[in-house]
């Protein structure tokens, strides 16, 4: 499955089909920037302060069946990284804790289209609705 | 394989939600986005969004 971490996917399955032990539910989210493509197994998360970047938290509404067999979930407040420095942003993660860059777990990830370009001074913002991870 | 189950999903970028914000000679800050459109932020709404 496209964009969904071997760990999520793992414990995805050991939820449902009595696996081993399967992980605790987040009570917070981080979204991260990567340099390059994350991958399943890798987030390629920025390193902390490099490009002044920091990991940001990131607000969820709660699932809902928006097709036959599709459930969703979708970003409801704007992700912003201000101040950042010159730097290449390429794609992104949603992350099991917020706390810093490169902890906890990778759950989504996601490349862009067209990577940003950040000048000194500038803010990256993914706008309220920019992010929707989705299973069916 | 017969019977695969096909599924599919994951995390969707909506491109046109994602900008930078610079602020530029003129003082006013800017949404640049990926397709090099601009559209300026008026003073009263970037309270809001940033």
Redesign the interface.
């Known amino acids: ?4 971490s071997s760990y999520m996917a793992l414990n995805t399955m050991n939820w449902w089909m009595n696996g081993a032990a399967s992980a605790t539910r987040p009570a917070a989210w981080g979204v991260g920037l990567s340099l390059g493509s994350p991958t399943s197994v890798s987030g390629s998360e920025i390193t902390l302060s490099s490009s002044n970047y920091s990991r940001q938290s990131g607000l969820f509404q709660n699932p809902a069946v928006v097709a036959a067999g ?1 459930a969703t979930v979708t970003n409801t407040a ?1 992700i ?1 990284y ?1 101040n950042l420095s010159v730097g290449t942003f390429s794609g ?1 993660q ?1 992350w099991d804790t917020v706390l810093s860059n490169n902890s906890g777990n990778m759950l ?7 990577a ?1 370009i ?2 000194a ?16 | 394989m017969s019977g695969s189950w096909g ?9 046109n ?7 530029k000679a003129d003082g006013y800050d800017y ?1 640049i986005f ?2 090099g459109r601009e559209e300026r932020i008026e003073p009263e709404t970037e309270a809001k ?2």
């Open positions: 499955m496209a964009n969904i599709t704007a912003t201000s992104c949603v989504w990830y996601g490349a862009l289209s067209v940003r950040t000048q001074g500038d803010s990256l913002v993914f706008a309220s609705g920019a992010l929707t991870a989705a299973l069916s | 599924g599919k999903g994951g995390l969707a970028i909506d491109e939600k994602v900008y930078i914000v610079r602020r949404k990926h397709d969004e940033k």
